[in-house]
Every structure is written in structure tokens, then in C-alpha cells.
């Protein structure tokens, strides 16, 4: 069995090269279930949700091209997200790659993170299901013939882009690398919103995928995707080790069975660490692909190379 | 004129300052130096537990030689088994409890060295060990020591209070002696009360267990002990333990239970390639011993037994009965009911009791990041969660151990010990018994004590139970050949 941790970081590694920082020189136009800059030059992928606010916005004023482009795209999110379900958020998202990163950095400086008391978790959780609901109504209601006012117009459509950090994040990324002109606009919100999130990143390690609508979307899948995580409570010793580790609050040491629960993304960072013998598994169209182990000497040495 | 006024404003300053700082410190340090040393003289409280504890030791009579005969006794015992592997002789060394061992601690704390007792499995001993002190946890199974305390506690009381507070009174252990402190966990009642007559003997730590370990804020709480055990640590050695003191002490502490894992993961191999005895008695030797050196030790014991399964070497064959034990602690050299087990043709392949495989070396600690406080956390949730003492409520995990390690191990018997007067193992037996029954396996439920009076009756209840063990498999073995 391989420890997922460091396959994790170089699929998320390759998919932040080839979407985000122009690696290949193409652009294919289609987007993947992930939140991926759309204000980028050469980006192997699109963002979902440019595509979805758009479809939106500019299909309801009359743009009947737009409506089907929407529809295609929906159907392949649907795809994707029966395929592998929240795991693209672990796996692939370049916005979840820069929060990892910043939080290895902070652990490596010896800061202990900023664990979310479990009482406000619960209502944490719906924040981004408010998100969710709050870009699509603004992205629709932009589109209203009632909203005459172009400027209105103008800053109501694409809602989510307007205050996207990682718009701010990624552009100014590639203008540091000198692939998109100095001149590029990014909005004052999104510019604001980029230190909340890199404090956020840093104080709870996936401050953002807390209240990301993309995770809101997949979340609808999170049974019903070939990505599954399961425990087996008669061999679970208790200890609460996932608990700690867990960055989304989704560990907890009462249900067993499938536990892939909303906001798990699938990082599977508990079967790295939990020490008991196969008390947790990750399935991938029913084949086990992973499953815990006592930490012998060798297994330990893998883990703190990758702390 | 300007300047020269500066110039005298700062110097009257200076030396005012200076004159104010002198009088201060004079007053706050050397007169209260020599208050606190007045305060430090016992007072009337302590004469009056102090002259307690003598009048113990008094009637405790001469035990001293009988210390070395018990401990000699089960040495012998052991000896004298079928095929023994050789590298136990290194145990057997630093089970006797005295001899190399206890110098080698001596040449440690005349470097200034501390040393740290504990009793039970709450004590975090990678923070001790990071603060540059030793842990030695000291509870006791010697029999000759109990009758000192005998007239300190109730007539009910646990065996292994009476006989770990004997030995403190008595002075009988080298390791009691050289003890600094010690760091009692309020989990049993008599464990909690314990305490309050060794303080007479040395300085005392108390460290409160939450029993509702659940709960959220019990964990903090839990999490707060560890951190004030931290900082009383730092005064005691004048050591600060640092980020890489905590991380080596936490790794060399894994690469034990690497070991102990390994060793344990053998005892599953059929048929058996080393008693349950021996075991058990290379588990408690950890709580003496240089950790490193055990390491060392127990992986050449496990080569050994690796080698037995290729020369197919066993101290018993496939059919003896497999049996687990649980319930109260066992502790060496009091082997009467392993020995009694074995004795009866047996084996013991794995137990679940608070001074073997559940004690020290077994959960690990998960640090999931190398921070002082994740380090922290880690090691609290380590002595508190995963542990299966029964003080804690609630305690199904108990129950799930007992069963996994039943299917684990192919157990084919239980024996639940129970010590007089250990009223959380009893209450508990009969939950456990209902879950083992579930699975068909049989438990025998054993009372008993520190005494070799009941030798003889447990012996023929015990053969009974594996003659049970055995005819059931016999007869499951003509059924499965039966053709259907």
C-alpha cells in the first residue's frame, strides 16, 4: 500500500502547472469540476463557474448558444462529479494546492493551527450553500430585463469572479511570471478577499473549501461517486487522531460504514495517519486503494518526510 | 548647562534605580529565602502522616529477604519452561529488580539526573523522557509488601495499592527509592487516594484523569494537564523541553512500539513461538528499562522467534488452547495466574490488561503536524482516548477491543481476572461476558488476589475450562469431517 499524502501533492503539483501557470501553451476550453481562474492566459482548463455565471447571465438576456454551451458543460460537471465526487477538490483544485501549501509552510514554522469549535461547525458547513444559492440568483437576476443600469449590470454579472480570491491570487501569478501584461484588471473585492483567504489558509489550514461553492455543488454527489471512504468501528481504537488531522471537520469517531460525508473532499490524510489496522479505507470503483496501518518504522519515515 | 543637567538627572537616576533594585531584590529574594525556609519545615499534618508511615514500616516486619525470594521464585518458574528462547535471559536480568539496572540509575542521578515514578497509563512518558528525566512506573505485584499497609487501608482494598504503597513504606524497591516525584493519576478510587499516604514518602504530582473522556471539554482539560505537566517538568530538571527534544523523545518512543508491535504480531503465529509468560514479562520490563536498550533487545528477541518459524520451533503445539487474558492488572513477579494457565497446557497469546498490552508501548502517537502544540495534543489524546481502562464511561471501545483482538489472535478462551476489592473490572465483567458470548467464545471470570492460598482451586477451575475449551473443538473438528 502507498501513502496517498505524497501522491496527492504530485497530482496537485501537475494540475497547478498545467492550469495555472501556462505550462503547455493550450487552452482547451472546457472546465473541470474545480475552482480554476478563467482570467488566465493559457490555461489548459476552465473554471466551472465562469461558465456556469455566464450561461446564466448571458443565456437569460436572449443568448440561446450560451444556454446549450451551459447544458454540455453541465453535463459533463455531472460526469465528473460522479466520477470522483469531492476528491477533485483535494486532488486537483489549485486553490486547495496554495491553502496545503501555505499550511505546510506554517507547521514547518512551528504555529499550531486554529482547530474550529465543533459547536460552530455545524452552521460553518451551510455557509457555502448560501454561497452557492446567492451566485446563481445574482447571476440570474443580472440578466433581468428590470436591470437597465449597465454599470449595475456590469458588476452584478459574474457575482462569484468578483470576489474570488484566487482571481487575484492566480492573476497577479501569472503577471509576476510575466505571461499575462501588468495591466490586467482584477476587481477591488477579489484584491480584499486575498489576504482573508491566505489567513485563512494559514489559521485554518482549507480556510476557503470551508465556504467554497464548487465544494457546495460536488457535495450533491458525496454518495454517489465511485471515491469512497469507510470505517470499520470494530477495529477504530479511538484515539481521535483523524479528528486532529482532518482539515474540513469531517472526521468523527461515531459513524461508521461509508463515512464520506458533504464536506469530506478526500484528501484521505486520516488513512495516512490513523494507526490502526485497517480501521480506515478508501474505495475507488469498489477496489481498495488504501487502508490504515500501524505505524511501523518504515511508514513513520514516509510521514515526516512529508510534514 | 543644559547638557550638564542631563548628565547629572541621568546619573541620579542611575543610581537611584540601581539603589531601589538592590533594596527590592534584597527583601524579595534573601528575606524571603530565608522565610521559605522556615515555611518548608513539615508541619503538624505531615508528622502526623509521617509517624503513620513509620509505625507501618514497623509492623511490616522483616520482608526484605522475602522481596528477593518471591522475585526468585518466578524467576524460576519461567526458567524452567519447554524451549524458551534464549534472548529472555537479558529480561530476566532487569526483572530481578535490583543488581545492574538500579546502578546504572544511580551513576544517572548522581550526573543530576531526575527520575520520574508513575503509576498506571496516563503518565505521557515522551514528555518525560523530553524534559531529560526518566520515567519508572512503579506499581507493584509483590505479595511480602502488603502486610505494612494493611492497617492503613480498608481491609477490601485493592491488592495493588496495598502492596505498591507497602514497598514505598518498606523501601523495599531500589526504584521506589530513587524516585523524585511522583505522578499520581486520579483514575481508580484507590489509585486517587494512594496519593495521599505516599506524599508522606515523596514528593507528590497529582494529575486528574476526566472519566467522561467524550466530552469535548474534558479533552481540553485533559490537553491542560498535559501542558502544566510540561512546565512542571522544565522545574524539576531545569531542562525546557523544545520542539526537537519532544520530536527525538516521540520518535524513539514510536520505534519501541514498532517493536512491541512487531513482537506482539508474532504472538499471533499458530502454533505459539513464545509464552504468554514471557511476553508478558519483556512488556512490563519497559518500565524499568533504558528504552533504547529495550528496543535493541526486543528486536533480537524477535529475529529469534522469526528464525523458530522457519526451524518450526514452538513452545506449544497447534491444538493448545489459545486464551486471552483481561481485567485487573497482572504485575510482575506476581505470575501466579499466567503460570497457573500455562501450566495447564495453554497458551497465553495476547491480554488486554492495563500492565501488558494496553500499557506504555501500545497506541501510538499520531502527531499529524510537528508543532509543539500539535506535539502536545498528540500525546494528550494518546493517554487518554484510545485507552481501555474501565474508570472511563462511557467504555464501549473496551468491548470492541476485546472482540477484535478475540478475532485477531484466534482466541479460543478468555479468563477475566478480577482482583479483590477492583470494583471498575468487576462491574464490567458482565457486559463483557454478554459480547464474548455473542461470539461463542467462552470466559471464565476469576477472582482472586495476591495470595498463593487458592492455588489449588483456581487450578482445577481453570483445568476445567480449558477441558471445556478443548472437547468443544474436538467436537467441532468431528462435525466439520462429517460428510454433509
Known amino acids: ?307 | 548647562m543644559m547638557i550638564e543637567n542631563i548628565w547629572s538627572f541621568i546619573v541620579i537616576t542611575l543610581i537611584a534605580s540601581i539603589a531601589g533594585l538592590g533594596t527590592g531584590w534584597f527583601f524579595l529574594v534573601v528575606v524571603e529565602r530565608s522565610k521559605g525556609n522556615g515555611d518548608n519545615n513539615d508541619t503538624e499534618e505531615n508528622h502526623a502522616l509521617k509517624d503513620l508511615l513509620s509505625e507501618a514500616r514497623a509492623s511490616g516486619g522483616e520482608a526484605g529477604s522475602s522481596v528477593k525470594s518471591e522475585i526468585e521464585s518466578a524467576l524460576e518458574e519461567l526458567r524452567r519452561q519447554r524451549k524458551r528462547p534464549t534472548k529472555m535471559e537479558y529480561y530476566d536480568s532487569i526483572a530481578s529488580l535490583q543488581g545492574e539496572r538500579v546502578s546504572e540509575i544511580e551513576t544517572y542521578k548522581k550526573g543530576g539526573g531526575r527520575v520520574v515514578g508513575y503509576f498506571c497509563v496516563f503518565a505521557p512518558i515522551e514528555l518525560i523522557r523530553a524534559s531529560g528525566a526518566l520515567p519508572l512506573r512503579l506499581d507493584s505485584g509483590l505479595f511480602c509488601t502488603m502486610a505494612s499497609s494493611e492497617q492503613l487501608l480498608p481491609g477490601d482494598a485493592c491488592p495493588v495499592v496495598k502492596s505498591t504503597l507497602g514497598m514505598g513504606i518498606l523501601g523495599m524497591s531500589e526504584y521506589f527509592r530513587l524516585c523524585d516525584v511522583l505522578l499520581c493519576p486520579s483514575s481508580c478510587d484507590m489509585k486517587t487516594k494512594e496519593a495521599d499516604f505516599l506524599e508522606g514518602l515523596v514528593p507528590v504530582w497529582r494529575v486528574e484523569v476526566p472519566r467522561c473522556r467524550d466530552e469535548l471539554s474534558m479533552q481540553h482539560a485533559w490537553r491542560n494537564e498535559a501542558d502544566s505537566l510540561k512546565s512542571r517538568l522544565e522545574e524539576l530538571t531545569r531542562h525546557k523541553i523544545t520542539r526537537s527534544s519532544l520530536r527525538r523523545a516521540i520518535e524513539l518512543a514510536q520505534d519501541s512500539r514498532a517493536i512491541f508491535h512487531r513482537l506482539h504480531e508474532l504472538r499471533r503465529h499458530r502454533p505459539p513461538l513464545i509464552s504468554g509468560r514471557d511476553a508478558m514479562m519483556a512488556t512490563q520490563v519497559t518500565w524499568y528499562d533504558d528504552l533504547e536498550r529495550w528496543t535493541k533487545k526486543t528486536e533480537e528477541l524477535c529475529v529469534e522467534l522469526e528464525q523458530r518459524i522457519e526451524s518450526k520451533v514452538a513452545v506449544a503445539d497447534s491444538e493448545a488452547p489459545r486464551i486471552m487474558l483481561a481485567g485487573s492488572p497482572i504485575i510482575w513477579p506476581n505470575w501466579k495466574l499466567p503460570n497457573l494457565i500455562e501450566g495447564a497446557g495453554a497458551v497465553l497469546v495476547c491480554d488486554e490488561l492495563c500492565t501488558g498490552d494496553q500499557g506504555g508501548l501500545s497506541d501510538s502517537v499520531n502527531v499529524d503536524e510537528w508543532t509543539m502544540k500539535g506535539m502536545l495534543a498528540a500525546i494528550a489524546d494518546r493517554y487518554l482516548l484510545p485507552l481501555t481502562c474501565p474508570i472511563f464511561t462511557p467504555n464501549d471501545k473496551r468491548i470492541d477491543k476485546i472482540v477484535r483482538m478475540v478475532r485477531d489472535f484466534a482466541v479460543d478462551g478468555v479468563v477475566y481476572h478480577q482482583l479483590r476489592g477492583c470494583y471498575v473490572h468487576k462491574i464490567e465483567f458482565s457486559r463483557i461476558r454478554a459480547a464474548l458470548k455473542d461470539l461463542g467464545i467462552p470466559v471464565l471470570g476469576i477472582e482472586t488476589d495476591y495470595t498463593y492460598e487458592d492455588l489449588g482451586q483456581l487450578r482445577t477451575r481453570i483445568e476445567a475450562f480449558l477441558e471445556m475449551i478443548q472437547s468443544a473443538k474436538e467436537v467441532a473438528v468431528t462435525n466439520s469431517m462429517k460428510p454433509s
Open chain 1, 1 to 307: 500500500m502507498v501513502k496517498l499524502s505524497s501522491a496527492r501533492t504530485t497530482s496537485q503539483t501537475l494540475s497547478f502547472i498545467v492550469i495555472n501557470l501556462g505550462f503547455l501553451g493550450l487552452q482547451t476550453g472546457i472546465p473541470l469540476a474545480i475552482l480554476s481562474c478563467n482570467f488566465l492566459k493559457y490555461r489548459l482548463f476552465d473554471c466551472f463557474f465562469y461558465v456556469l455565471q455566464d450561461g446564466l447571465a448571458t443565456g437569460l438576456q436572449g443568448g440561446t448558444v450560451y444556454i446549450y454551451t451551459l447544458a454540455i458543460f453541465m453535463v459533463l460537471f455531472v460526469m465528473m462529479a460522479l466520477l470522483l465526487g469531492t476528491a477533485w477538490c483535494a486532488w486537483v483544485c489549485p486553490v486547495g494546492f496554495v491553502q496545503d501549501l501555505l499550511s505546510k509552510g506554517r507547521a514547518v514554522a512551528g504555529v499550531r493551527y486554529f482547530k474550529i469549535p465543533d459547536r460552530f461547525q455545524r452552521h460553518i458547513k451551510l455557509i457555502k450553500y448560501v454561497f452557492l444559492a446567492a451566485v446563481i440568483v445574482i447571476s440570474l437576476g443580472s440578466a433581468l430585463p428590470w436591470v437597465s443600469n449597465t454599470r449595475l449590470r456590469n458588476s452584478l454579472y459574474l457575482p462569484l469572479c468578483y470576489v474570488c480570491p484566487a482571481r487575484a491570487l492566480f492573476v497577479y501569478l501569472q503577471i509576476f511570471l510575466g505571461i499575462l501584461p501588468a495591466t490586467t484588471d482584477v476587481p477591488l473585492l477579489s484584491i480584499i478577499a486575498l489576504p482573508i483567504f491566505l489567513i485563512g489558509a494559514i489559521v485554518v489550514r482549507r480556510g476557503w473549501c470551508i465556504i467554497c461553492p464548487n465544494l457546495a455543488l460536488l457535495s450533491f454527489f458525496h454518495k454517489l461517486n465511485a471515491v469512497s471512504l469507510f470505517r470499520r468501528k470494530v477495529r477504530c481504537t479511538r484515539c481521535g487522531t483523524c479528528t486532529r488531522v482532518c482539515a474540513m471537520g469531517a472526521a468523527d469517531l461515531e459513524t461508521q460504514g461509508d463515512v464520506s460525508k458533504p464536506e469530506c473532499i478526500r484528501c484521505f490524510d486520516c488513512i495516512d495517519h490513523c494507526p490502526a489496522d485497517k480501521s480506515r479505507s478508501c474505495y475507488l470503483f469498489k477496489k481498495k486503494i488504501a487502508e490504515s496501518k500501524f505505524p511501523t518504522a518504515e511508514i513513520r519515515r514516509q510521514l515526516s518526510d512529508q510534514a
